[in-house]
């Protein structure tokens, strides 16, 4: 477990007090573990097992491959395998005369790949997910059903327990992200976003819907990944050694949130290798000790929002710098112990840094 000291001015910790705010401690996390990958060797019926490479269908706790070019069609009313990952670079169809709609039976990370395609062919058109599934559509991907419905639910028949629901319609592309978080809640991004689960290290499966670490192959991939940390969860990167290494566009930290930068009792700076945006409605938290500071690429903006904050054990400061020449730019900016939003650092293409203690427009999350 990771015990933050943060050392905080008596004036802020007053104002936390008045506003009753509560910043989540980082508990222990476990990763997944899968037992068994199938791949698709030809286009078939999910059901069959000439479908797949050494002829064995998919079953138990499992991860699944569509290739290129191979669709799989699933028909029935219910996926009743824990089927953890679902990637889809070629088609993956859901075929069912039912009038019920069809039901993913365990929580369930789908990925759909660039030229892929996820088709729902069901007569119902109403898809039934369980708390904790995601849906990711990369670049160059698509839906396509006929107006289909997305329901979450508790319970199996999952009719008898429906949650929120969210319009997939006759056609979506990407880049999208559908998430449904362990308390039913639905969250939609137009970007391929990394969401955090529950409060953990950015290292942790766990930490993540769908149970996928953010990696820098992923995020190349696709021109940049988002990255969301919701009310009540604490993403710590005390793992990374100073160095987050994924080129993730925007790092968003909603009302309740927490992000940590760096690792308690570390005196060493922490540095963003790849231009970002960051936008916090919440708490943006520099744990390390001594005045090391924090690096921002050229091109990169840094955010607080009215009830944003930045908090840090001692002063530090807040560089520009080159990614290719690793050289800094123009004079720092200080940030003390406690900052308070609306507050912004813009840094142009050239490096140039402008601060405006008034901040941005402030958008809802």
């Keep these: 477990m990771y015990i933050i000291y943060i050392f905080i001015s008596i004036h802020f910790l007053i104002h936390l007090a008045a506003e009753e705010i509560t910043v989540p401690t980082t508990p222990l996390t476990t990763e997944i573990v899968s037992s068994g990958i199938y791949t698709a060797a030809q286009s078939g019926a999910f059901n069959d097992s000439t479908t797949w490479s050494g002829g064995l269908i998919p079953s138990g706790e499992c991860s699944i491959i569509i290739p290129s070019g ?9 996926l009743d395998i824990n089927v953890q990952t679902l990637t889809v670079a070629g088609t993956f169809a859901i075929a069912s005369s039912a009038s019920v709609g069809f039901t993913f039976q365990f ?18 058109h109403q898809l039934f997910f369980l708390a904790g599934s995601l849906c990711t559509f990369y670049p160059g991907t698509s839906f396509f059903g006929g107006s289909t419905v997305v329901f979450t ?7 008898g327990s429906l949650g929120a629901n969210y319009t997939f319609g006759s056609f979506l592309s990407g880049p ?14 137009a970007e391929v976003t990394f969401i955090v689960e529950q409060s953990g290290d950015f ?24 990255l969301y940390i919701g009310t009540g969860f604490n993403l710590s990167t005390a793992s990374l050694n100073g160095q987050l290494d994924v080129n993730l566009k925007e790092i968003t930290v909603a009302n309740g949130g927490v992000f940590e930068l760096g690792a308690a009792g570390f005196n060493i700076s922490f540095k963003f290798l790849f231009t970002v945006v960051l936008d916090c409605y919440g708490y943006l938290v520099d744990v390390s000790s001594g005045d090391s500071g924090i690096y921002l690429p050229f091109g990169s903006d840094f955010n607080l929002y009215a009830g944003g904050f930045f908090i840090s054990q001692v002063s530090t400061f807040l560089y520009a710098y080159n990614t290719t020449s690793g050289e800094t730019s123009g ?22 840094i402008s601060v405006n203690a008034n901040g941005k427009i402030f958008h809802v999350y």
Excluded: K
Aim: charged residues 5%.
């Design 153 to 159: 639910y508790q319970t199996l028949p999952a009719t």
């Design 331 to 352: 004079a720092p900016v200080s940030l003390p112990i406690s900052l308070s939003g609306p507050y912004t650092v813009e840094i142009s293409t050239s490096g140039e």
């Design 70 to 78: 191979i669709t799989v069609t699933f028909t029935g009313e219910i």
């Design 107 to 124: 929580a369930i990370n789908i990925i759909v790949q660039a030229g892929g395609i996820f088709q729902d062919q069901t007569t119902a």
């Design 203 to 226: 290292t942790g499966n766990s930490s993540w819907l769908g149970g996928s670490v953010p990696t820098n192959d992923v995020c190349s991939l696709v021109g940049g990944c988002n």
């Design 176 to 189: 999208f992200t559908f998430g449904i978080l362990l308390d039913g809640s639905i969250l939609t991004f």
